[in-house]
């Protein structure tokens, strides 16, 4: 199980930094990848890290301003958010994936737990 925090309101060019934070032996063997959803929108995956940190992608509408990170010592993903537009504005998810973020992209969750809201407005 891995549980998100670290969201909130922040104007437009702020920054935010996301936690993620698992539970279990078996955190280190998988990779984890941050999902964001909007209103009347599907969830939008837009970053992932491997197991071991070797690999990070992300997505065209982050890159240059997101970065992830992971500490598998404290079972802790950390999504860097820099340079927020209002665009950014959405309930962050983290999950459990393939330990090298193989078809991130394409997972999909009947439950995604509660998420944690940013909200970036002036």
């Known amino acids: 199980q891995v549980v998100p925090s670290g969201g909130g309101l922040v104007q437009p060019g702020g920054s935010l930094r996301l936690s993620c934070r698992g539970s279990?032996?078996?955190?280190?063997?998988?990779?984890i990848a941050w999902f964001r959803q909007t209103p009347g929108k599907e969830h939008e995956a837009i970053s992932c890290?491997?197991?071991?940190?070797?690999?990070?992608k992300y997505v065209d509408s982050v890159k240059g301003r997101f970065t992830i990170s992971r500490d598998n010592a404290k079972d802790s993903v950390y999504l860097q958010m820099n340079s927020l537009t209002p665009e950014d504005t959405g309930r962050y998810y983290c999950v459990a994936v393939d330990y090298g973020c193989l078809g991130y992209v394409n997972v999909r969750r009947t439950s995604w737990g509660q998420g944690t809201q940013v909200t970036v407005a002036s």
């Open positions: 890290i491997s197991s071991n940190s070797g690999s990070t």
């Open positions: 279990g032996s078996t955190f280190d063997g998988y990779g």
